[in-house]
Structure formats: structure tokens, C-alpha cells
């Protein structure tokens, strides 16, 4: 649109250019210039689309007598892989060895676990493993292991990426996150309207190493801090129903990108 | 000299065993609960109510009755408690509770509605008030905090609507029930020997 917009100006000021009596061959190259200019403009346009990218920063810390853990949910799409996936050595590239990364297998209603050994290295399926956006994982950080910065970065989920995102839940024990990396209120999401009655959501509270919990009755309200709850960006949750699988499609919470 | 080092490693074995020994366990109502004629909502009026909710520990296979001000009897504790009236069944939202292990059983109970104008007061809670006794669960020895073990206070079978019905009431506390006796007994010294 911006590009048809310069190429009509340009196409005016070049009549009122003929009109004052300069030669064609000037005009010509006057549309020409703007042509290139809009087209530069053009895909300016389109680059900056794609380049939206962030980052949240989680810190990571052992427990100093126990381990700690930390439960998130990466929120953003990759830059690099074509299916949207993340490679877990990445992802956690700055965590301590003999740290330990659990993501959940709805299927199997287990964890699948991936560990870094003592010289830093990421074992067997671990080196290769990915994880999705909005897939939940839990990180075990040694009980010694100083202060790290994680950084779950990458592309912004934008109007053409993602304007929504399916997801799902298992019978049972679902891990998942907010797909969107924006601080929103749990009864603003889709979510909460489609998940089955009596279920819990369950939010790590990492400084008090244990979780938040939050529910559904069963008339379909959200009880209690349920109601003002706040879904942080890479907060990873545990949704716990016994009823049968259900999904929906989660909208983006922004207009931009 | 051997059998003691022995037996202090045994004993450090265990302490180490003990230590990491925990009751970690989501405990929740979340259908919430109904007056003893299984139809009205046990906080009326609501807002303007609350109820008394308590979670339970037992070292034996039955349920105490209640005592006044939701007091237990028996060998029982009271693990947590707290005061709901998200709505007017009484609904209980999930909440974690962590502590050492003990074997033994957990269940959870909650009273009918009491005023709650200017604060709920267990003092509100007296003789005959209707309250309900969740299902015993026995307690599991559960270290891992990111995978707690569950209790619903809801499982008995309701007919009708959503929601257990509150099917209990609170007995006199014991030193009651003595003067009562006593009371009794003199009445009945005094008209045998009236005749």
C-alpha cells in the first residue's frame, strides 16, 4: 500500500513537472527514483515485520542445600528453525552443569529429560532435542550452582506468524505456557473459557519452590485469586483435568506486531 | 564397639530417610456444597457468610466427629484451614500443603456458613452445626514438589445438583457431655429420693 501511495505522488509531480516545461526524459527518471525509493520503502516495511524479536530473562540459582527448579515456557517463535522449534542446548545454553531439563509427554504422562553432565556437555537425545513454543519445561538447577541469566529469545508472534495458536490439552497432565510473550490475565485467554470444569492450573512459584494453584469449579468459575491471576511471559503451568482432551485456538493479545 | 558404629549409621540412614520425607499434596472442593436437604448452597446469605475449611491428619482409619468451634477429637490435627467464600456453595480452591511425612490418613471438612461481618468467628461454630467430612486418603511420602499428590473433598455421590451435602453435625465438646451426665445424674438422685 505504501508502495502504491509513492508511485502516485511521484506520478503527480511529474505531470506538474512536464507542465513547467522540463523534458520527459527528466520526468522518466524522476518515477524511476521514486519507483526504487518505494520499493526500498516497500520492503523496509516488510523487514521490520519480521525482525520484531524479544527476550525474557529468567534467573536461575541452586538452592544452596537442595536443588531448585524452575518451570517456563519459551513464548517466542525461532529465528532460525523452519518448523518454529527450539533446540534445547540452546535455549538453556547458559544453565550449570548437572543441570537437568524436563519437558512433559501428554501422551505418555511422563517426563522426557534431558541433562548436561559435568563437563557441560549435553547428553544423548539432549543435543539435539526441541522444544515448541508455549511448551512447558521444568530446569533443575544444581543445589550449588550461582546465579545464571536464561534468556528465552526469538521472534515476536505477529499478526502474520501467529495472530492465533492452537493449542491442547491431555487427559490428565498438561505443561504448557501462555503462547504469547505478554503479561495477561488468566480469565482473558481463551483458555480459561475452554478448559473443562474442575480443573487446576498450577504456576511455579520459584522463590517459595512450590506452585500456585488456581481453579475451575464446577460451575465454570475461576475461584478465588483465580479471578485477578496474571499469566506471566515464559511462565510455564501444569493444567490438571481427568476429563477427555479438548484444544482451542488462542488469539494474540496485541495488535502490534 | 562394631555393633554401635552400626547401629549409629542405621540411625543416620534413617534420620537422612526422615528428613526428606514429606506430605506434599494439592488439596481443593472445587463443586463445592450443599446444605443438609442436598439443594441450598451452605452460605445464605452470600455475600455475608463464610465457611470453615480444614484439612486433617489422623494416624487412624476412621473420621472423629467435630467439637464446637470446629474443634477435632481424638488423635487428629488440623494440617491447614482457612475461611472460603469465593461462592455461596463454599467452593474450595486448590491450594499445595507441605509438610513432614506421618503415616497415617488426611481428610478435609468444611462447616456451614457463619456470619462473617466484621470477620468470621469460629466461636460461631456450635453444637449441631452441620458440617461435611471428606473421604480418607492415606498419606504418601512425596518429595518431588513439582508433582504433589491430590485430594478432592468432593467424591460422595450427590443426587442433588453439583456439590456434597452436608450430612454431619457437630457433637458437644467431651467436658460438656460430662456436666450433662452429671447433670442428669443429680436429677434423677433427686427425684429418688423426692418419692
Redesign the interface.
Known sequence: MPFILVLTVCMVEGKLINWMGVKMKKVVLGIMVCVALAATWAVGQQVLSKNAVGYVKVDMEGGGTKPN?Y?VAHPFESLTDANGLHLVSNVFAAVPNNTIV?VWDPIGQGYVQYGRDGRGTWLGAAATAKISRSQGA?VRIPSNATQREVFLMGEVPDKTTAPSQYMSRAEGLTMIGFPYPVATRLTNTVMAQALP??T?I?V?DSAA???????????G?W????ATAELQPGQGMVI?NTNAPNSWWETKPYSWP | MKTIITAMLVLLAMGVTLATADINVSWSGMNGFLMNNDSDPILNPWPGQSALVQLIFTPNNWVEAAGPGGAVLGDEVVLDWKWVSDDQWGSVAPQIYTAAFQAGYIYARIFAGVDDSGGPSTGDITFNHWYYAGPLDATIDNTDPSNPDYYFMNRNSSGGGIGDPLDLRVIPEPTSMVLAALGGLVLLIRRRFAR
Not at chain 1, 209 to 219: I, S
Open positions: 527448579l518451570l524436563s521444568f470444569n474442575n487446576i498450577s511455579w519452590q512450590t506452585y500456585v494453584q488456581y481453579g475451575k469449579d464446577g460451575r468459575n475461584l478465588g485469586a483465580a490438571r
